[in-house]
């Protein structure tokens, strides 16, 4: 569940009311078709790289301008700390701020106002992605090559981390999960979580938010937004005339639009990230077993997300591919955000993708590496199976994105634009380091020392060999 508008980049979408809402015919009377455009691969054989270029693909987004925004806005952070981040506030939220720690009290107060239902809501969600995470962490290992001869590997969590949970089109309190929760079972001691400030809550980040927060027992919250915040956690900022400091952190974590990705590039190396998101993307591979219905509903749940959503059917079925176009009209028409959905769905990003057979869909998915991949097809969890990248992998009619986005137990912070080819979702080792530790006594360093004098040689490196030699001539 990647997104992308924030507060950084202000969207002009506008979402018609829900009180006067008009009927199913007089949407589709009003709006256009949705242009789920088609892409034909069958009868042809191409090579990953012709299939990767073949795929539906987003336009690529120009970072050069985003990149001098961005790169301004870490200066200023950095030159003039919160005051910087007070003049921020004002020109994209349209916040006056004169400090972005949000009180204790204001999260107390937004978890005592928490909706019954959607409190309960995210403590299930909370408990299963705690019982995932928890089983996520991996082993320290000891090995003996020998007597007296051990090669170790520790697994410690980071000092600290900055969560970012985005704003926009939608309130995110299942991001702070996502977040919070494998850091957590990772053992991180500290952990600081910002989200861009609300000028109808006060300035302050939305009460789900604050509520999400402290549930999980985070007491250290900013209202900032977009680039900014990436900044604040890579540099920290100062403290000044009795305001309280904000520490650097060491990893930052959390989706955002193209101005969270680009300052994520720019303060990689400073701080570790998880990766540069993009929008959220779905790719369903079905055959003619799928339920239209369902492939359908699902498209639309990514495109709600944003107009540059991406939503791509992968099938063999040109029987299933009509059908699911017929349902796409029915329910972008009934759906709440039919704009957007209509948008995101009629875009270069979107469309059918024809294939041969299952061994070519199953090239094409691989060659797309989505973001959320559903697998829609007979004896699904053996396709699934076959399949080498993807984020996640959602395995039959019932095991929709949107579960994993909210109670699966899973994480939907997920490597998109083709990343998860060689990238893997937030996790638990995302928030670790693993160290290894060397411990040789003096005979078995003795075993391998000759090696060693012989491969420094070799290198043309002999300070390396004398290094170990000197250990056998004798105390100086």
């Known amino acids: 569940?990647?997104?992308?508008?924030?507060?950084?980049?202000?969207?002009?979408?506008?979402?018609?009311?829900?009180?006067?809402?008009?009927?199913?015919s007089q949407v589709r009377a009003n709006t256009p078709a949705v242009d789920f455009r088609t892409v034909d691969l069958r009868g042809r054989s191409l090579s990953l790289a012709e299939l990767r270029g073949a795929v539906p693909r987003a336009r690529q987004q120009t970072v050069a301008d985003a990149e001098q925004k961005v790169g301004d806005i870490i200066t200023a952070v950095r030159q003039r700390g919160f005051a910087a981040l007070s003049d921020f506030a004002l020109a994209f939220d349209g916040v006056e701020q004169a400090h972005p720690r949000v009180p204790a009290a204001a999260?107390?107060?937004?978890?005592?106002?928490?909706?019954?239902?959607?409190?309960?809501?995210?403590?299930?969600?909370?408990?299963?992605?705690?019982?995932?995470?928890?089983?996520?962490?991996?082993a320290d290992v000891d090995i003996s090559l020998g007597d007296g001869a051990v090669v170790s590997q520790k697994w410690v969590p980071v000092a600290r981390v900055g969560l970012y949970v985005p704003g926009g089109l939608a309130v995110y309190p299942s991001s702070v999960i996502m977040n919070v929760v494998p850091a957590l079972a990772a053992g991180v001691e500290?952990?600081?979580?910002?989200?861009?400030?609300?000028?109808?809550?006060?300035?302050?980040?939305?009460?789900?938010?604050?509520?999400?927060?402290?549930?999980?027992?985070?007491?250290?919250?900013?209202?900032?937004?977009?680039?900014?915040?990436i900044a604040a956690f890579a540099y920290g900022v100062p403290g000044e005339a009795g305001t309280p400091a904000l520490e650097p952190v060491d990893v930052v974590t959390g989706p955002g639009n193209i101005f969270v990705a680009t300052a994520k590039r720019l303060v990689k190396g400073v701080v570790g990230i998880d990766s540069e998101a993009g929008t959220t993307e779905i790719a369903i591979l079905a055959d003619s077993t799928a339920r239209p219905a369902f492939v359908a509903a699902d498209l639309i749940s990514q495109a709600e997300h944003d107009p540059k959503a991406a939503s791509v059917l992968i099938t063999d079925s040109v029987q299933l591919a009509a059908d699911v176009r017929e349902e796409l009209e029915l329910q972008a028409a009934s759906?709440?955000?039919?704009?957007?959905?209509?948008?995101?769905?009629?875009?270069?990003?979107?469309?059918?993708?024809l294939v041969d057979d299952l061994d070519q869909g199953i090239a094409a998915c691989d060659a797309y590496a989505a973001e959320h991949l559903e697998i829609m097809t007979a004896d699904a969890p053996a396709v699934a199976a076959r399949i080498r990248n993807a984020g996640a992998i959602f395995v039959g009619d019932y095991s929709p994105v949107s579960l994993g986005d909210y109670c699966a137990g899973s994480n939907h912070v997920l490597p998109t634009s083709g990343t998860a080819a060689f990238s893997s979702g937030l996790n638990v080792t995302t928030f670790l380091r693993a160290i290894q530790v060397i411990n040789y006594s003096e005979a078995a360093l003795g075993q391998v020392s000759g090696h060693i004098v012989s491969l420094s040689g070799a290198e043309d490196l002999p300070a390396h060999g004398d290094a170990v030699t000197v250990r056998f001539q004798g105390a100086r």
């Open 1 to 24: 569940m990647t997104t992308s508008p924030d507060s950084a980049e202000p969207s002009n979408i506008q979402v018609p009311s829900t009180s006067q809402a008009p009927s199913n």
């Open 335 to 353: 759906t709440k955000h039919s704009q957007r959905v209509r948008e995101a769905l009629s875009g270069p990003q979107s469309g059918v993708v």
């Open 107 to 138: 999260l107390r107060s937004a978890l005592d106002g928490l909706d019954p239902a959607v409190s309960s809501a995210l403590q299930e969600s909370i408990s299963r992605a705690r019982r995932f995470a928890d089983g996520q962490r991996p």
């Open 190 to 229: 500290s952990i600081a979580l910002a989200s861009p400030p609300q000028k109808d809550f006060g300035g302050l980040p939305h009460p789900t938010i604050l509520a999400a927060a402290a549930l999980l027992g985070i007491d250290e919250v900013y209202a900032i937004g977009g680039a900014q915040a």
